[in-house]
């Protein structure tokens, strides 16, 4: 047999093909046959196809050219491929023309919205969205709140993904009563946090805030993942302050609009074992996190308990070590021991090899040390060739800034009330876990001199 009857015969496509390949042309025939007569005529243009399909596609003969047609593999309908290889011209022939069913699920229960977040498809995702009733409603009531099988929504999909053209789009379609939790019980905003997206983080921020949004808002904040950790703990996980400034945009939004007892509450929120936002911030190498919330707890604290010592007397706050002297250990977070293991945020900074969090907060206080945390967390402030700043981020660093030297001294007390002595719960310090540095060692014992020396 020659080699030229062994070739086999040209591949005639069928409508996945046609849609996968971007012929709006070939499709918009298609279309039309269906929507003229119903079905494909085997006596058209079209009867060389009908006869040519295969498993992909489980529909009968009549149907395996419908616009609507479903394939066996993946359940997904022409439109889905439209839209996840960002066919424009392809989905609107099918829309427009072909008034095919926008809300079908594949087998993974996506809908058309998660493949164009999926794949960054912000073109026709912008055109989908921007359809006019009854689309509209389909669009936001539902689709955008679709969960797939892992419970992702077309949200989740483009923060996970990184698509924040399309994350922006899909986002102006959130309510405050729709927040969605995907199978590890992370919003949408523990997603943006933990794929580093801090453009889109600090823009939720920077949005005028109507009172809808500020209950979503408040929501996202309040809600834990399946480890009972709140997005300000995923800021602070991430390494070396990647996620500090939208930390700082929060700290300074909560504060302008609530209570200080209720923001310091959210800072200081433990997840299911007991670690805090100091935990997280010291096993990360985020001083700047680390910094902010302490410093921020500290004000709180020293305020509060003037207000009160101005109403009802002094209020003892003081607690005695072993060794006599007198600390603020009881209330000072940078003491606080997880629940598993005993750890507290100086024994985990120590674990993780963290030296440089380390010496620049235990040292914060000793002479050579030249780590201003206000002024690299709010570098704006200091620049003189910064024409704006925020009123929320100069209020927030004026809260942060002493009004006088007794707040100064509570403060420099705080830096200075780490117990490193503090065991775990294999009866090892900070200072013999693990494969332990020369210069960590070294850091505590400078910080315990400092401490004696300020006595």
């Known amino acids: 047999m020659s080699t030229a009857s062994q070739q086999p015969g040209p591949v005639i496509p069928n409508i996945f093909a046609v849609v996968r390949a971007g012929d709006d042309e070939i499709l918009r025939k298609i279309v039309r046959e269906f929507r003229e007569k119903g079905s494909i005529n085997n006596s058209t243009f079209f009867s060389k196809f009908t006869s040519l399909f295969n498993t992909d596609l489980k ?36 829309v427009e023309e072909g008034k095919v069913h926008v809300h079908e699920l594949n087998h993974n229960k996506w809908n058309i919205l998660h493949d164009c977040a999926r794949f960054g498809q912000v073109e026709v995702l912008a055109w989908l969205l921007s359809l006019p009733s009854p689309y509209t409603e389909v669009f936001t009531h539902s689709l955008s709140l679709q969960q797939t099988n892992f419970g992702s929504t077309p949200l989740h ?107 310091l509450r959210l800072v200081m929120t433990k997840d299911r074992v007991g670690n805090n936002a100091m935990h ?48 603020q250990k009881t209330q000072n977070p940078m003491n606080a021991q ?78 200075l009330g780490v117990d490193t002595k503090l065991v775990d719960r294999f009866g090892f310090t900070a200072d013999q876990v693990g494969l332990i540095t020369d210069e960590i060692s070294n850091i505590i014992k400078q910080y315990e001199q400092l401490k004696n020396a300020n006595k």
């Not at 805030?209 to 997005?231: V, W, Y």
């Not at 004000?299 to 006599?324: M, N, Q, V």
């Not at 090899?353 to 000793?366: G, H, I, S, V, W």
Request: charged letters at 20%; proline letters at 4%; hydrophobic letters at 35%.
């Open 280 to 327: 997280y911030s010291f096993g990360s190498n985020s001083i700047l996190c680390a910094c902010l919330v302490f410093h921020y707890f500290l004000i709180c604290f020293y305020r509060i308990k003037s207000e009160l010592e101005s109403s009802t007397g002094p209020t003892p706050t003081k607690t005695t070590t072993s060794d006599g002297s007198s600390t």
């Open 59 to 94: 529909s009968n003969a009549a149907d395996a050219w419908s616009p609507n047609t479903k394939n066996q593999a993946f359940g997904r309908t022409p439109l889905h491929y439209a839209c996840r290889l960002g066919h424009l011209k392809c989905a609107k022939i099918l």
């Open 338 to 415: 997880n629940t598993a293991m005993f750890q507290s945020p100086i024994f985990i900074a120590a674990k993780y090899n963290q030296p440089d969090a380390m010496r620049k907060f235990l040292l914060y206080y000793a002479p050579e040390s030249t780590f201003d945390y206000l002024r690299e967390g709010f570098p704006e402030l200091y620049d003189e060739r910064s024409s704006s700043v925020d009123d929320m981020t100069r209020k927030l660093h004026d809260f942060l800034t002493p009004k006088d030297q007794n707040e100064l001294d509570f403060i420099k007390k705080g830096f």
């Open 157 to 263: 999909l483009a923060l996970r993904h990184q698509h924040v053209e399309c994350a922006q789009l899909l986002y102006s379609l959130q309510s405050s009563t729709n927040i969605k939790f995907n199978l590890k019980k992370q919003t949408f905003l523990h997603v943006a946090i933990e794929e580093s997206l801090l453009d889109f983080c600090n823009r939720l921020l920077k949005t005028p805030m109507t009172s809808q949004k500020h209950t979503n808002f408040m929501n996202l904040m309040q809600a834990r993942d399946e480890h009972g950790n709140l997005p300000i703990h995923y800021c602070c996980v991430k390494p070396d302050d990647r996620m500090f400034f939208f930390l700082r945009c929060t700290v300074a939004y909560l504060h302008s609009t609530n209570n200080i007892k209720n923001v």
